[in-house]
């Protein structure tokens, strides 16, 4: 049992989960909590490392018991170190760290979400879960957005990460990509563009939501093909970008007659 938190291998899980450059040097990321490693395990994800503690439930344990044997490396820790390399207050007894891994694209695009410089956790795992729930086939976030493997994201993105591809280009390679795919682009604004309600949606497109302080980049602006609103009849500035991205998907999927 490892109960020092000075070891090598939990100052090691300690850096990954503080800082995106250490998650990309290695090329893992860490996932805590019973079921996002059921989300990762019923995925197919690469396991490095297993640390778990004595509390552990049969939930749990039952999840360690299915990588004895396995390459995974397994490692029984105590309550204290747990908390130290936790990133919630009350952890659940078992952490896991993972490969870092691009699920592919499909041959055609057809529905792709683009998050420009969208820079809350929250809101970044709000969003990659509700395209997942969505039927989206790839997320793209352009160059100054935030880590999608970071702790928080990781959490509220509910195991999106797992059935979601994500990738991080600058808008130009974007841009290229989704003209190539014949994607019509679509800008969400709080005004001046047409309703979401009343916008076609049941072509190829690409959908745009930008950063919650400053929205989409100029040049994002610029390529857009059309830009269309959320019509907030009890007034308002502008919605959340996780709310604002969860009601134009459910729009499209809904104009689309998508099937569970």
Same mark, same amino acid.
Request: aromatic share 8%; with cysteine; charged share 20%.
């Given at each position: ?10 100052? %090691? ?7 995106? !450059? ?7 990321? *860490? ?10 395990? #019923?995925?197919? %994800? ?50 896991? *760290? ?53 702790? !928080? *994201? ?27 795919? #014949? ?59 996780? *709310? ?14 998508? !099937?569970?």
């Amino acid at each position: 049992m490892i109960t020092s938190t000075q070891n090598p291998r939990i100052q %090691w899980v300690r850096r990954l989960q503080g800082k995106s !450059k250490y998650r990309q040097a290695d090329n893992v990321f *860490v996932i805590e909590g019973v079921r996002l490693i059921e989300e990762a395990q #019923s995925a197919n %994800w690469g396991f490095r490392y297993i640390f778990f503690t004595e509390t552990l439930g049969d939930r749990g344990k039952k999840l360690v018991d299915h990588f004895i044997g396995s390459e995974t490396k397994l490692e029984l820790i105590s309550a204290n170190v747990m908390q130290a390399i936790s990133d919630t207050k009350n952890p659940q007894g078992i952490l896991a *760290v993972l490969e870092m891994k691009s699920l592919p694209l499909p041959g055609r695009l057809d529905f792709v979400l683009i998050l420009d410089r969208l820079r809350d956790p929250g809101n970044l795992g709000a969003i990659l879960r509700t395209a997942a729930a969505a039927n989206v086939q790839a997320v793209f976030l352009t160059t100054g957005s935030v880590d999608a493997y970071s702790p !928080k *994201v990781l959490r509220a993105g509910m195991g999106a990460q797992f059935r979601l591809p994500i990738q991080y280009k600058d808008w130009i390679e974007i841009k290229n990509q989704v003209k190539s795919a #014949s994607l019509k682009i679509y800008l969400a604004t709080s005004g001046g563009g047409i309703s979401c309600y009343e916008a076609g949606f049941q072509h190829p497109l690409a959908l745009i939501i930008g950063g919650e302080a400053d929205g989409a980049s100029d040049s994002i602006l610029q390529s857009a093909d059309s830009r269309v609103m959320i019509p907030m009849p009890g007034g308002g500035d502008s919605l959340n970008a996780a *709310v604002a991205a969860g009601i134009l998907l459910f729009e499209i999927t809904r104009q689309r007659g998508s !099937k569970p």
